[in-house]
């Protein structure tokens, strides 16, 4: 297997970041490609849940990934290894990616070339949630292991965000996750989001999400 | 049940952090108040830790609390609930504490009357890493259903805590986490780590992690 590309990203010290972002979605827009930013906590599964999605979207689109990390490749790996073009940035300690990060990520990938590209960014319920990446779609996952209080908890999180995907439902026969209650602590943060609840170890749920997300690029590339 | 105390805290914008917090360390060691700055993703089971650690040390030790987060009180009514005095500190969106922040909360809190403080930080692994809080002992923790692969991403965590606690054993079960690889992983970043397998949600491990804890404590009072 061929290294993984691997890109050093540094914040944009200069200019404004939300500007920065409303010009890529416009190039996004005009290139005819769709790019969701995934954000969660570490661990709560953001690239098993791209491959359960490149499973389901794989032969309709074509699919290139951004992988962010602080340190490591091993993400950016397992996208390869499944033959999805990917590169890795890497932030520098950095706990966000922002706009400009994010086209530096996405001339590297040549994204024009790809209807649909996924950011993974920072494992992290706080940061990213400040910087608008230029993406047309935010998504975030949250697992049920985390618990069912922390949209009380990261309240900016759930409600910048577009669709929540709940993963890890194969654990709650172990677990005392309220499904409603965090749904409806979600809910009063941000009434018109989209809950999907999934596996990604089972794949479960994940025709469901996969497409409401189809409709979501049509819209986009038409 | 009384209302829980809460505190706005902001983010020192003059002078040294480093300076501050070892200023601090030295007020701590002549008030006889051993600090715990606890660290980990969110929902990796921060509070249900600091409860079970207080089960096993309250009799011995004066014990008082301070939860940081971005927004609700949740975590400190559960302190409270167990007759355990915490104070709340809201960072108004911030990521982390710094050791001004961590002071304005010790001081609410009257910390020279405790024996034993526990910090919980804000559910991040990348800023708090990057701030030293003038604890005596930073602490985190890892949880199963993150991954074993967290240290690889998240490394200067991992290199800056005294201790780790691998916490929701009871869910390896169901998963795939490989213990050993995780710790090799670990030691390579931090040789001298202490690392504990425990679940807050059985009590498993607690005994020896307490242990640990007990005599790091004397060590400081003395």
């Known amino acids: 297997m061929d290294p993984v590309r691997i890109i050093e990203v540094k914040e944009s010290v200069l200019g404004d970041n939300n500007k920065k972002a409303e010009e890529l979605r416009a190039s996004l827009k005009k290139d005819k490609t769709f790019l969701v930013n995934l954000m969660s906590s570490p661990g709560s599964g953001k690239t098993s849940t791209i491959l359960r999605t490149i499973e389901h979207l794989r032969d309709e689109f074509k699919i290139g990934i951004l992988e962010a990390d602080i340190d490591s490749a091993v993400d950016a790996e397992k996208i390869q290894a499944v033959d999805i073009p990917v590169v890795q940035l890497h932030t520098g300690g950095m706990c966000h990616l922002d706009a400009g990060m994010t086209e530096t990520g996405l001339n590297e990938l040549n994204a024009p070339a790809y209807d649909l590209v996924f950011l993974e960014n920072i494992g992290n319920l706080v940061c990213p949630a400040e910087f608008d990446t230029g993406a047309v779609c935010n998504m975030m996952i949250l697992s049920v292991p985390e618990g069912d209080d922390k949209p009380l908890k990261y309240p900016l999180m759930f409600s910048t965000t577009d669709v929540l995907l709940v ?56």
Do not use: C, H
């Not at 890890?168 to 996750?177: A, E, G, V």
């Not at 602590?185 to 994940?206: C, H």
């Open 167 to 222: 993963n890890k439902i194969d654990y709650l026969q172990l677990s005392d996750f309220d499904m409603e209650a965090m749904k409806k602590r979600v809910y009063n943060l941000n009434p018109s989001i989209q809950i999907f609840e999934v596996s990604a170890k089972t794949g479960e749920g994940f025709g469901a999400w996969a497409e409401w997300l189809r409709i979501e690029i049509r819209k986009w590339l038409t």
